[in-house]
């Protein structure tokens, strides 16, 4: 029978048009690439990336501005005491950028990523909107792992021209869990830059009430999701009830295309 089918798929192929077969070629990559999870599914992703996507050298551009206000700001934390904590690590994009800016401005930070690693937690009412129909569970980030991070570090050191090489001493800590169960005693005693991308109001609020009395003066709170009210109302909610009433005013920060407070 499968036999069958391949010479059905042959004789349709080779009668179709060249957008067709490649079309078709890449669904079927996308549908292996889905089929893995975790460590594997990042692997597999970046040899076809490695194998497909050189020849296209452009970034998205706000992409390239994020990347380049993370550096901006990281690089401004010489006198700022403290580390640097991520809250919703996802596939550890902006992670592994918090840790080359830090290697890059020579900061000797230890570096922190917070994440279920196990996808959403349970969605408040507070929550509902855009991206959340009902309370409870929601999908997504189900597939993520606390390697990924460290696995997309090492291959950079051997792979590519970077700050980072051989012999570096990569700086990232991933601590998998709740936000709840794992901030209160994980936390570093001070922080100097915070990446808020917890989504969702339970999240974002146990992400502040640990972490507002360890931030530093002078240093940043990014967050993720404030500027997209529509989609993720909760975040604007856990914000406006533990920062603004104490007057922590959130501004737009131009170079990472986020809101962002700056503790004074």
């Keep these: 029978m499968k036999n069958f089918v391949i010479k059905i798929l042959d004789a349709i192929l080779k009668r179709a048009s060249r957008a067709t077969r490649i079309n078709f070629a890449l669904s079927l990559i996308a549908d292996d690439v889905q089929s ?3 460590i594997e599914n990042w692997k597999l992703f970046h040899r076809i990336y490695q194998r497909f996507m050189k020849s296209y050298p452009m970034q998205p551009s706000i992409e390239s501005l994020r990347t380049y206000g993370f550096y901006k700001l990281i690089g401004e934390l010489k ?3 403290g580390d640097i904590v991520e809250c919703g690590v996802g596939r550890a994009r902006y992670l592994v950028v918090l840790e080359y800016a830090n290697q890059f401005f020579k900061l000797g930070r230890a570096v922190y990523g917070f994440d279920t690693f ?6 408040h009412k507070n929550d509902l909107g855009l991206r959340v129909a009902n309370e409870g569970q929601i999908l997504g980030w189900e597939s993520n792992s606390a390697d990924i991070a ?6 950079d050191k051997m792979e590519h021209e970077s700050v980072l090489h051989e012999s ?13 169960d794992t901030l209160p005693s994980n936390l570093p005693e001070r922080i100097a830059f915070l990446h808020a991308d917890a989504d969702l109001y339970e999240s974002t ?15 940043w709170i990014i967050f993720d999701e404030l500027h997209e009210t529509e989609k993720w109302p909760g975040v604007k909610k856990a914000v406006d009830e533990l920062c603004v009433t104490q007057g922590l005013n959130p501004q737009w920060v131009p170079e990472l295309h986020r809101l962002g407070i700056k503790i004074p």
């Excluded at 196990?118 to 969605?123: D, H, I, L, R």
């Excluded at 570096?168 to 709740?178: A, D, E, M």
């Excluded at 609020?205 to 240093?219: E, K, N, T």
């Design 36 to 38: 893995h999870s975790g």
């Design 79 to 81: 006198n700022i005491p």
């Design 118 to 123: 196990e996808g959403f937690p349970a969605a």
């Design 150 to 155: 460290r696995a997309v570090i090492e291959t």
């Design 168 to 180: 570096s001493v990569v700086s990232v800590i991933t601590i998998p869990g709740l936000f709840k």
């Design 205 to 219: 609020r146990d992400v502040l009430a640990y972490a507002l009395p360890r931030m530093s003066s002078g240093s």
